[in-house]
């Protein structure tokens, strides 16, 4: 079996659309990394706040007034 000579532009081509998928896909990982340690990280926080706070406290996660009224207005627009 014999294999057909290619020229090395096209595996110039070939390398290069390998290292793009890569790197996507590196940076995807490390995106999805990011987001799990980041949440972990508030809920760790919050876990603890609650207890320095005492039981029967709550926290919540609220957006200002002013900035809910402008995202919904910003949301109407579109």
């Not at 659309?17 to 926080?45: M, P, R, S």
């Amino acid at each position: 079996m014999r294999f057909k000579a290619m020229s090395s532009g096209s595996w110039m081509r070939i390398l290069a659309v390998a290292a793009l998928g890569l790197t996507v896909a590196v940076l995807f990982v490390q995106l999805f990394v990011a987001v799990v340690v980041g949440t972990l990280i508030v809920l760790l926080v919050r876990s603890a706040a609650q207890r320095a706070l005492g039981p029967g406290t709550r926290i919540q996660f609220r957006i200002p007034p002013k900035l809910s009224a402008r995202f919904k207005a910003w949301m109407w627009r579109r």
